[in-house]
């Protein structure tokens, strides 16, 4: 589909962010959610990789290293298909402003740097609405690498994209993988209108070009909570929260 | 015509195993990648129709002939997969997927068994019997008014089968043998999540002759083998017997 959920009528709008794993995209947010709810405005987070039913089958999947590049495409598809209907789209009917840590273009890039055909991923997604907003985290090659790797030195066999065979090594092999997915992420960038931070800065100058953006192109007061309760104000839920969703997210890969 | 037939059933002296010529294998799209089809060297034989249409029968007899024949086989179906079947089971009792996400998950189960059964198995020079093939999952999804563009795509990954027979019978006689087997007509093949009727049979015959209209609609692009499954178990396997003949000795079956 090559509409947005605004040009498609819906009273909600969705926000995704993109970026390679340790680019900071899920750090920006969360800082995100926190501004908005404190905002008193309906918003909502939503993950990627995350349908409870599709869940254990991706574990299984990634644990025994069963996927193909077409299986591994098609079952995160399915996820977000699951996700989509039953989630993201009740929720921007209802007028929230959804707050999505990826989106379709990690399927786009991931999935043809596995070899899959660009034409055959996009046209499984286009059911999928174009989001309103979509945030593209571009941080150094190297210095996401190392927020990774120094952080967390167990790397998984598909997050090092080792179903690659680009290198026996797996730090090697993640270097190159992550390197292409970047390529990747570049060439769509134009073709979506990323709106691209530097995520070479530090957090709190990111957050800020952010929100300025944000408080730009959307009319926020339109999204104001009418049942807010004055705990809701008070602390916002961290329920669904992991304080290290980089690294989370990144065992998603 | 009747000297090939003459391996159909093998004697207790010598006979001798016929060697199927090859033949030419290709995806519906782009396939997939890093598969050669020159290299499957085995047959792909499927088998479409509704529950209580005859399939596995047929295809039991089938395996019988063709082993005893000299042939390998290998046998795939849908929901089999290592990978998502106990899933994709569980999602269907529940009934709270969406017709879309269900798809995508049959989709998935279906890539599981091509990448990791069929095609290993057909580049070791295997038969392989498909109870129930793409075909299936097209008109489901279709009769559920999903995009057919869309699901073309999905399944460009899927190779072309030798040979599909379709098994055609009426529902009226869907009804009697489905009842007569389980005593009851399941949801799914009922097309209950439709809507079509709250009453079961009323919403089976509905479904069904929807299915149908869809499977003579495919006939047109696929070039399905349509038998008539109103006859005998015996009339039906000799017939199949014969295209599938005509399959191993590299000449198309009609």
Known sequence: ?253 | MEKRFRHRRPRSRLSRVIVPRLSQHRFYGHGLPGVDPDKLVGKLIVVEGADGSGRSTQIVQLVDWLEGSGHATVQVGLKRSTLVSEELEQAKQGNILSHRTLSLFYATDFADQLENTILPAMKAGRMVLADRYIYTLMARDMARGIDAAWIKNIYGIALVPDVVFYLSVTAETLVERNISKNAKLDYWESGMDLGLSRDIFESFMKYQSQIQTIFRKLQRTYKFSTLDGERSVAQVQKEMREKVSRVLSGSQPV
């Not at chain 1, 209907?85 to 999935?111: H, K, M, N």
């Not at chain 1, 100058?205 to 926020?220: D, F, G, Y």
């Open chain 1, 1 to 253: 589909m090559d509409k947005t959920f605004a040009e498609l009528g819906y009273p909600g709008r969705l926000i995704a962010v993109e970026g390679l794993d340790g680019s900071g995209k899920s750090t920006q947010i969360y800082l995100l959610k926190r501004w908005m709810e404190w905002q008193g405005l309906k918003v909502f987070f939503s993950e990627w990789n995350s349908s409870d039913l599709v869940k254990s089958a991706t574990s299984k999947g990634k644990k025994r290293e069963l996927l193909t590049p077409t299986t591994f495409s098609l079952i995160h598809a399915t996820d977000f298909a699951d996700r989509y209907e039953r989630q993201l789209v009740p929720l921007l009917r209802a007028g929230y402003v959804v707050l999505c840590d990826r989106y379709i273009f990690t399927a786009f890039a991931r999935d043809t740097v596995r070899g899959c055909p660009m034409e055959w991923v996009r046209g499984i997604y286009n059911f999928a609405a174009l989001p309103d907003l979509v945030f593209f985290f571009k941080a150094d090659l190297h210095v996401s690498l190392n927020r990774i790797l120094e952080g967390r030195p167990m790397l998984k066999y598909f997050e090092a994209g080792m179903d690659l065979g680009l290198s026996a090594d797996p730090y090697e092999s993640f270097r190159i993988f992550q390197g292409r997915i970047l390529e990747q992420y570049l060439s769509m960038s134009t073709e979506f209108d990323f709106l691209v931070v530097n995520a070479n800065e530090p957090i709190e100058a990111q957050q800020n070009t952010v929100r300025e953006l944000i408080a730009n192109k959307l009319e926020l007061s339109r999204y104001v909570t009418h049942t807010v309760t004055p705990s809701a104000r008070k602390a916002p839920s961290t329920k669904t929260w992991k304080k290290d969703s980089d690294i989370e997210d990144h065992e998603a890969a």
